[in-house]
Antibody, heavy 115, light 107 residues
Framework: EVQLLESGGDLVQPGGSLRLSCAGFGFTFSSYAMTWVRQAPGKGLEWVSAIVASGGSTYYADSVNGRFTISRDNSKNTLYLQMHYLRAEDTAVYYC????????WGQGTLVTVSP | DIQMTQSPSSLSASVGDRVTITCRASQGIRNDLGWFQQKPGKAPKRLIYAATTLQSGVPSRFSGSRSGTEFTLTISSLQPEDFATYYCLQHNTYPFTFGPGTKVDIK
C-alpha cells in the first residue's frame, strides 16, 4: 500500500524559512517523479513543484519560483521542499503526491506564515 | 501558463441525479488531464487520469470525456458519498494548473 507522510509544517514569521519532508512507503520511490501541491485555508488546490525520478529536473509554479527548492534523497525515500522568504500567502496545507499526475497523496502538513 | 476554467463553481443535486462538471483549457493539452475528488479535511483522491481512464478502485459511475480543449467529468447516479469538491488538473505543460473546483452539495 502506498503511503506518503509529510512533516515539517510549523508557524513561521514572514521572511522566514522552513523545510518540509515527505517520506514514501509501499512503492519504489526512486522510480517515480514527485509533486508538491498546496491548499490555502478555504481555497482550491495549487500546484507548487515537481521533480523527476532522478532528481535531475525540477519545475515550479510562478508564485514560488526563486523562493522554494524541491529535492529528493532516493536513498532515504524522502522528498523535500525548502521554502525561503515566506509570505503570508504561503500559508496552506502542503501535500506531497506520487507521480506527476497525482496518483496518490499524503495527508498534508500545515504551514502558517504569521508574525 | 495554461489556464483552466471549471463550471459550474457549485451545484446542488439529489441522490440518483446525473451530474456533469466541465473543465476548459486555454490551449490544447491533448489528453493530459486528471480529475480529483476532495472531501472536507481530507487529501484529494484521483478519480480519472489521461482524461478518460478510471483510476483503479473508483466506481464505474464516474467517467471522463474530452472534446477538443473541453473535458467533462460525469457522475451517472450521484451517491451520498459523492458530495465533495471536484478539481481538474492539466499536466501537459509546466507549470501544471488546477481548475478552481466545483463543490457538489445536497439539494
Amino acid at each position: 500500500e502506498v503511503q506518503l507522510l509529510e512533516s515539517g509544517g510549523d508557524l513561521v514569521q514572514p521572511g522566514g524559512s522552513l523545510r518540509l519532508s515527505c517520506a514514501g512507503f509501499g512503492f519504489t520511490f526512486s522510480s517515480y517523479a514527485m509533486t508538491w501541491v498546496r491548499q490555502a485555508p478555504g481555497k482550491g488546490l495549487e500546484w507548487v513543484s515537481a521533480i523527476v525520478a532522478s532528481g535531475g529536473s525540477t519545475y515550479y509554479a510562478d508564485s514560488v519560483n526563486g523562493r522554494f527548492t524541491i529535492s529528493r534523497d532516493n536513498s532515504k525515500n524522502t522528498l523535500y521542499l525548502q521554502m525561503h522568504y515566506l509570505r503570508a500567502e504561503d500559508t496552506a496545507v502542503y501535500y506531497c503526491a506520487m507521480g506527476l499526475w497525482g496518483d496518490y497523496w499524503g495527508q498534508g502538513t500545515l504551514v502558517t506564515v504569521s508574525p | 501558463d495554461i489556464q483552466m476554467t471549471q463550471s459550474p463553481s457549485s451545484l446542488s443535486a439529489s441522490v440518483g441525479d446525473r451530474v456533469t462538471i466541465t473543465c476548459r483549457a486555454s490551449q490544447g493539452i491533448r489528453n493530459d488531464l486528471g480529475w480529483f475528488q476532495q472531501k472536507p479535511g481530507k487529501a484529494p483522491k484521483r478519480l480519472i487520469y489521461a482524461a478518460t481512464t478510471l483510476q483503479s478502485g473508483v466506481p464505474s459511475r464516474f467517467s471522463g470525456s474530452r472534446s477538443g480543449t473541453e473535458f467533462t467529468l460525469t457522475i451517472s447516479s450521484l451517491q451520498p458519498e459523492d458530495f465533495a469538491t471536484y478539481y481538474c488538473l492539466q499536466h501537459n505543460t509546466y507549470p501544471f494548473t488546477f481548475g478552481p473546483g466545483t463543490k457538489v452539495d445536497i439539494k
